[in-house]
């Protein structure tokens, strides 16, 4: 039997068929729901066993996207429901983009993380290396540990600097949450020629995602990246493999090894 996702959708949030997409490559089953439903009725997350928060232009992605989602969430019963499925070691969830600044809005991480404007001052979008926190103990990571090609992934926002005081941020090393990093230098060749894209927005510790209880929270969008014809490198991926027709390894085993995992469930 394949696992059930769920994905909210409405509201603007869009890159919901993407994720949709990755989920089913790795062999899960995926329904769309809208926000207002869940809002009415959140119990309708116990007919699943995982979760994808999707991101981009959620509420017209203005800054405080995060914030107005939020005021809707806090005055129902969803965010109590949200924290005891966060708290479920048993329910993996994949949250992205304006999903991330939700869940800081609504106080759902282990140590209190803000998110505020980009350091540049203006929304960016493009690829960056990405680091693996090889301590880390997200099953969304567990085929990641000890990769050894290069791991990047697209990034589109205004609104994605993360911001954690040196009290949390001490709490999260020690407790090794912080799952994702922003990589100095150019693990992938196609930068080596082009403008440096190391840490784009000016997070604190170059933080580029969170995970806990087999949660993935997160800003670059992995599952904008799912086949090799999509990456900034094809050219060096069709010299080595003759084809650019395979999936993109990293954002592949990142949702085969959740949906794998609720699968033994």
Not at 93 to 119: D, P
Not at 171 to 185: D, M, P, R
């Amino acid at each position: 039997m394949k696992p059930k996702i769920i994905i909210p959708t409405g509201l603007g949030i869009n890159s919901h068929e993407e994720l949709k997409y990755c989920f089913e490559l790795g062999g899960a089953e995926v329904d769309f729901r809208l926000i207002n439903e869940l809002v009415a009725n959140p119990k309708l997350l116990e007919n699943y066993q995982g979760m994808g928060l999707a991101g981009g232009f959620a509420m017209g992605d203005q800054l405080g996207a995060g914030q107005s989602l939020s005021s809707r969430i806090r005055l129902s019963g969803l965010k109590e429901k949200l924290e005891e499925k966060i708290d479920d070691v048993n329910f993996p969830i994949y949250s992205v983009c304006n999903s991330l600044q939700l869940m800081a809005k609504l106080n759902l991480f282990t140590v209190q993380v803000g998110t505020t404007k980009n350091s540049s001052g203006k929304h960016e979008t493009s690829y960056w290396d990405i680091g693996v926190n090889e301590k880390c103990d997200t099953v969304w990571l567990s085929e990641l540990k000890g990769y050894v090609n290069p791991i990047f992934a697209p990034i589109s926002h205004g609104e994605g600097r993360i911001y954690v005081s040196e009290e949390n941020l001490k709490i999260a090393q020690e407790q090794n949450i912080i799952a994702l990093t922003y990589q100095k230098g150019h693990i992938c060749d196609f930068f080596k020629s082009s403008r440096n894209h190391y840490n784009p927005n000016g997070s604190v510790t170059d933080i580029a995602g969170f995970g806990w209880n087999n949660n993935l929270v997160l800003f670059p969008h992995f599952e904008r990246l799912h086949h090799d014809f999509q990456r900034p490198d094809r050219q060096y991926v069709k010299e080595e493999k003759g084809t650019t027709k395979g999936v993109y390894e990293p954002t592949y085993l990142m949702f085969k090894a959740a949906v794998d995992f609720m699968k033994g469930n």
